[in-house]
Nanobody, 124 residues
Framework: VQLQASGGGLVQAGESLRLSCEHS????????MAWYRQAPGKQREVVAR???????EYADFVTGRFTIARDSAENTLYLQMTNLQPEDTAVYYC?????????WGQGTQVTVYWGQGTLVTVSS
């Protein structure tokens, strides 16, 4: 089984991205599919998971900003990310588990930077 992740990029804080992960096999439905991420110097951590029955789980740091979904007809897993923050900067990996075997995609880089900023002056 091969997984191909895409959709990463360079965005400003507050913007959105949608990651996609296509998997090669059409012969089965995975028990669970998930997105993980790994920031420089940190361990890989789970972002979101979706199970065969359709239930989903999110990491606490997602706080309602991300949505995971799967399209079985297109063999594709998605991660819609909104209100991205610099701390979301990482390589994002998709994962598929089927009958005890785990498969990983190659990762897609997401980089979030602060905008230039606006000077606010208050005078009395």
């Amino acid at each position: 089984v091969q997984l191909q992740a895409s959709g990463g990029g360079l965005v400003q804080a507050g913007e959105s991205l949608r990651l996609s992960c296509e998997h090669s096999s059409t012969r089965f439905n995975a028990n669970v599919m998930a997105w993980y991420r790994q920031a420089p110097g940190k361990q890989r951590e789970v972002v979101a998971r979706i199970f065969l029955a359709g239930n989903v789980e999110y990491a606490d740091f997602v706080t309602g900003r991300f949505t995971i979904a799967r399209d079985s007809a297109e063999n594709t897993l998605y991660l819609q990310m909104t209100n991205l923050q610099p701390e979301d900067t990482a390589v994002y990996y998709c994962m598929l588990n089927y009958r005890g075997s785990t498969y990983w995609g190659q990762g897609t880089q997401v980089t979030v930077y602060w905008g230039q900023g606006t000077l606010v002056t208050v005078s009395s």
